[in-house]
């Protein structure tokens, strides 16, 4: 069983949970697995993926975990701790097909249940994979020493976000043992909960795009990030607040990232596009809303390592408080080809509408929009 505690999911899966069924309680989702690299997947994969879904309807909170959460995690309420101790996965959300080496994966059902899937779902295509072609780790323990005094000798606050495409979970833990050990003084905690709990590091996380996604269908394109943020604001009251802002490209995000917005969230979120620019952008927008963007945060998470991390923290110079989330780079850099997937809302069904709505997202970079073309090409109508 790859997946073997309730808790080996990141944080923001369950923060984003809480918000839902606070806001949106009886909404209706779908998710498709992206396949972006083309992966050929070996005969019987299906088979294999649909044996580890369906051992995870066993899973539950631990005492130890809700010991953790209630104490770490202050900003959910304790009916949300309850609710969780009464969760299971419903294997029957999850549907899973083969045909040759295509592999697809459609997960449906109730937005707050069905969100806890993406993570450990990815974990396990990623993992599940490699064993069953017979890719085998190399000795990655001193790259990921190097790694980690590299980050410690520029003084780079980072945290570990590399669930999703982890070579396995047994590296993944081993690398976050690493970082704590070489890198203590830089390292701000790990996306995981379980491994935050396993390591006594702080859960890190706020919300995925998804968040913005799901507004976007139920209120329109123009409206989504000024309600989403709305949201999110109302549900934490000031906690958790990294704003991602590239859902439907950052520019778009600013114009709703008011004086408001920009003052009660403490800071913005990168994960596409030019970092440098994006650095800009913020502390532009930093300024036109007077306020010191000193006091602000960047959190840098798309596809760094090293070098990139120096290069933006040179760039950088101390105008803004910048953090970096890495993922790819530390979990599955062991002499293999990551997969390059993702596991995106395609559509949804708000309560009281009789069909599903398509949902988008719009990259910052061209080419990387997710969605069906026409709506994609909807939102850029709409927010231009």
């Not at 309850?82 to 059902?109: A, S």
């Not at 306020?291 to 760094?304: C, G």
């Not at 599903?356 to 997710?370: A, I, N």
Request: with cysteine; glycine share 8%; hydrophobic share 40%.
């Amino acid at each position: 069983m790859i997946i073997r505690d309730f808790t080996d999911n990141d944080l923001y899966k369950f923060t984003t949970m809480n918000a839902i069924q606070k806001k949106f309680p009886t909404a209706e989702v779908l998710y498709k697995f992206i396949n972006r690299g083309k992966t050929e997947f070996p005969i019987g994969f299906a088979e294999a993926l649909r044996n580890e879904v369906n051992a995870m309807q066993n899973l539950i909170l631990s005492k130890e975990a809700e010991k953790f959460i209630r104490e770490r995690c202050y900003y959910f309420e304790p009916v949300f701790i309850d609710l969780l101790k009464g969760y299971r996965y419903n294997p029957e959300e999850v549907r899973i097909t083969q045909t040759g080496g295509t592999l697809e994966v459609d997960i449906v059902g109730l937005w707050y249940r069905t969100v806890l899937w993406e993570v450990p779902l990815m974990a396990i295509i990623s993992e599940l994979y490699f064993t069953m072609t017979g890719q085998k780790a190399d000795d990655y323990e001193p790259r990921a020493i190097a790694k980690a005094k590299g980050f410690a000798a520029i003084g780079a606050e980072l945290s570990e976000f590399g669930t999703r495409r982890r070579f396995s979970f047994e590296i993944q833990n081993r690398v976050v043992e690493i970082l704590k050990e070489y890198a203590s003084k830089c390292l701000n905690g790990t996306s995981n909960v379980y491994l935050a709990m396993k390591h006594n590091l702080t859960p890190m996380g706020t919300h995925p795009h998804e968040w913005f996604m799901y507004h976007g269908a139920h209120y329109g394109y123009r409206m989504a990030n000024a309600i989403g943020l709305e949201n999110w604001v109302d549900v934490y009251q000031g906690s958790l607040g990294i704003a991602l802002t590239d859902t439907f490209t950052t520019d778009n995000f600013f114009h709703s990232f008011n004086s408001k917005y920009a003052k009660l969230f403490d800071g913005v979120r990168w994960d596409s596009g030019d970092p440098l620019e994006f650095t800009d952008k913020t502390l532009k927008h930093y300024a036109a809303c007077r306020i010191d963007a000193k006091s602000k945060t960047i959190v840098y998470s798309d596809a760094l390592d090293l070098e990139k991390v120096k290069e933006i923290k040179k760039y950088v110079k101390g105008r803004i408080h910048d953090v970096y989330g890495i993922g790819t780079y530390l979990s599955n850099d062991v002499g293999v080809k990551p997969m390059n997937m993702v596991i995106k809302l395609f559509a949804a069904k708000p309560y009281g509408y009789n069909n599903f709505f398509q949902t988008v997202k719009l990259s910052d970079v061209d080419g990387k929009h997710t969605g069906g073309q026409d709506e994609i090409d909807i939102c850029l109508k709409t927010i231009r």
